[in-house]
């Protein structure tokens, strides 16, 4: 069965990290590409970052400078550091993915025409 799980969110702290992790099973990560959302409660889901398989990467205003995404091709997944987290940051966060050799991941993030979504994980950021 092809699917992708997300895992890593919880509860933190204003100014605190958090690592998701977006693991396939039932196929290799390693020629897709991979897009990052959230979606918080009343709004429109948001695309944040996505990383190509040539490892190109892309990362919305809201969270450049502060979130980082990387490849692990022998755990099968890709992760995305959260650092200096912000209240606005609560959301439940989904990974995405399209198989092809995109150089760039931006024109599939905007598109969000995906192969296969998670079911997303809570981050909530709260003192």
């Known amino acids: 069965q092809v699917q992708l799980v997300e895992s890593g969110g919880g509860l933190v702290q204003p100014g605190g990290s958090l690592r998701l992790s977006c693991a396939a099973s039932g196929f290799s990560l390693e020629s897709y590409t991979i897009g990052w959302f959230r979606q918080a409660p009343g709004k429109e889901r948001e695309r944040i970052s996505c990383?190509?398989?040539?490892?190109?990467?892309y990362f919305e205003d809201s969270v450049k400078g502060r979130f980082s995404i990387s490849r692990d091709n022998a755990k099968n997944s890709v992760d995305l550091q959260m650092n200096s987290l912000k209240p606005e940051d609560t959301a439940v966060y989904y990974c995405?993915?399209?198989?092809?050799?995109?150089?760039?991941?931006?024109?599939?993030?905007?598109?969000?025409?995906?192969?296969?979504w998670g079911q997303g994980t809570q981050v909530t950021v709260s003192s």
């Open positions: 990383i190509s398989s040539g490892r190109a990467t």
């Open positions: 995405a993915a399209k198989k092809g050799p995109y150089l760039s991941c931006t024109s599939v993030l905007r598109s969000q025409k995906y192969d296969t």
